[in-house]
């Protein structure tokens, strides 16, 4: 008796092992994602005998919009299984959705991985993949862009057991090894090449191997152009304008005002950002020179959406005033000592400078000092890559008042020292174009000439003449 208890005891001991042995561990679902977690572990019914006709769940992977919208419209995932991977968008909506396999997790910024590497889909389609690879999912609605992201917008991915290599979507040039070894499972090897003593050296070719891939942007948003070469000594960026006229960066820059240009990656990689409707149309290509020869890149299109709705790319402003009055948060530092409670504010949109953009103006409606005091603007915003960014801010000592064309800038320090200056307005920056001040040295002109009392005062009527009285022009903040 003895014995049969060891032996059973024994028997269990096994038992308890083997099933530790086979236990799995279960991934931890990577950061944003919505991780349905199944099993592959046949169903049973009540009484305990397993159920092999409804097939095995997959864990699906999903993603909408709205979440990728913060940052580069970029979420990543581990492969861990090898298969075909079916890719679906729900309810896009316009959104472009896109695919990029990488042999390893990429370190870098996420936002050049369009212009890095070829995608392996875009849009719903069948990929196959293999296990170690990094899955890139890239949503065209994200803040680079400027495009908001709709509600809704989905985008999911599953391993589907039932899928062949017949309904692969993946391009020849993506396809992974296994991929590749199925369409031809007997490739035919390489003949090793015979020997040559002693060969000459090998020239160095100039050789493009990576051109610009054409980008879409909202208006005033960014986006980035990659091109590389083998054996470049250097690498030269220029745009062609919608009539194929070649412009260089600061051409660009003086015809298309705001935008700015920056250079990054040894030259291989140029950033645009503020990016007007009048750039729409236009294309950017690389220039590379080396081994005594010169290449051009294939240029790349730059498509510019306009923004039709400017009041709600300011909304923030908005609830920023709203919120101030009530003793909220300061988000776009607009207190001033200038009295805000009790007063109506409004606004006007205009594009001050011709650039596309509609720069906001706030101001008071319905002054009642019958002074100029009463057109007082609070403050101007424009927008630097589709967000909101304070271009002047006026208070007690230093006020600012629309002129029709530009803005009327009035300011004093002491009893002894005061301006009165015309400004024009141009990509979100004020210059004085006329003007005078005062201090304990007497009297000048905007440009540091002495003038005498009476010409200060007859600059000062003029220039305070010209302030345009606003309250009719605003519509109230609500």
């Known amino acids: 008796m003895h014995m049969k208890k060891n032996a059973a005891a024994a028997l269990l001991l096994i038992l308890a092992l083997l099933l530790t042995a086979c236990g799995a561990k279960i991934p931890e679902p990577a950061d944003g994602y919505d991780i349905v977690l199944v099993t ?276 923030g402003v908005f609830e920023n005033y709203l919120s101030l009055v009530s003793g909220g948060e300061d988000k776009y530092e607009l207190w001033t000592d200038l009295e805000l409670s009790g007063v109506v504010l409004g606004y006007f949109l205009k594009d001050l400078d011709g650039d596309g953009t509609e720069e906001l103006v706030v101001g008071r409606i319905g002054g009642t000092t019958g002074s100029n005091w009463d057109n007082i603007v609070y403050s101007v915003f424009t927008l630097n890559n589709s967000t909101p960014v304070k271009v002047l801010k006026s208070n007690a000592r230093d006020r600012y008042y629309y002129n029709g064309s530009g803005f009327i800038h009035e300011g004093s320090s002491g009893a002894d020292s005061s301006i009165v200056y015309s400004c024009r307005y141009s990509k979100g920056e004020l210059a004085v174009i006329n003007g005078v001040y005062t201090s304990a040295e007497g009297y000048f002109n905007y440009l540091n000439e002495p003038i005498s009392a009476d010409q200060f005062n007859a600059a000062m009527v003029s220039l305070e003449g010209s302030i345009t009285a606003i309250s009719s022009m605003l519509t109230p903040i609500a």
């Not at 580069?72 to 472009?96: I, L």
């Open 40 to 315: 592959d572990s046949p169903e049973t019914d009540g009484s305990g005998t397993q159920n092999t006709a409804s097939e095995p769940e997959r864990e699906v992977s999903t993603v909408s919009a709205a979440e990728l919208y913060s940052g580069y419209g970029f979420c990543h995932q581990h492969c861990a299984e090898s298969g075909y991977y079916r890719f679906t968008a729900d309810n896009s909506q316009g959104v472009t959705w896109q695919v990029f396999l990488l042999d390893e997790e990429f370190k870098d910024a996420e936002r050049y991985i369009p212009q890095a590497y070829e995608k392996a889909l875009e849009g719903s389609g069948i990929v196959h993949i293999d296990a170690g690879k990094w899955i890139y999912v890239y949503c065209s609605c994200n803040e680079w862009t400027g495009a908001k992201a709709p509600e809704g917008c989905k985008y999911s991915w599953v391993l589907d057991p039932n899928a062949t290599a017949a309904d692969a979507a993946a391009p020849a040039g993506i396809a992974s090894d296994t991929a590749a070894a199925a369409s031809d499972p007997t490739p035919t090897p390489a003949q090793t090449p015979a020997p040559t003593p002693t060969p000459a050296p090998t020239p160095k070719v100039l050789s493009i191997t990576k051109h610009p891939t054409a980008e879409t942007v909202q208006q005033g948003g960014a986006c980035w152009f990659v091109a590389r070469a083998d054996n470049a000594d250097s690498i030269t960026w220029e745009f062609l304008d919608a009539t194929g006229a070649v412009n260089s960066i600061d051409n660009a820059k003086s015809r298309n005002p705001g935008l700015t240009v920056e250079i990054y990656e040894n030259g291989e990689t140029i950033g645009l950002k503020n990016i007007p409707i009048s750039m729409n149309g236009w294309m950017a290509r690389a220039k590379f020179t080396g081994g005594g020869t010169s290449m051009y890149s294939n240029p790349a299109q730059i498509t510019v959406t306009a923004i039709t709705d400017f009041k709600s790319a300011y909304a």
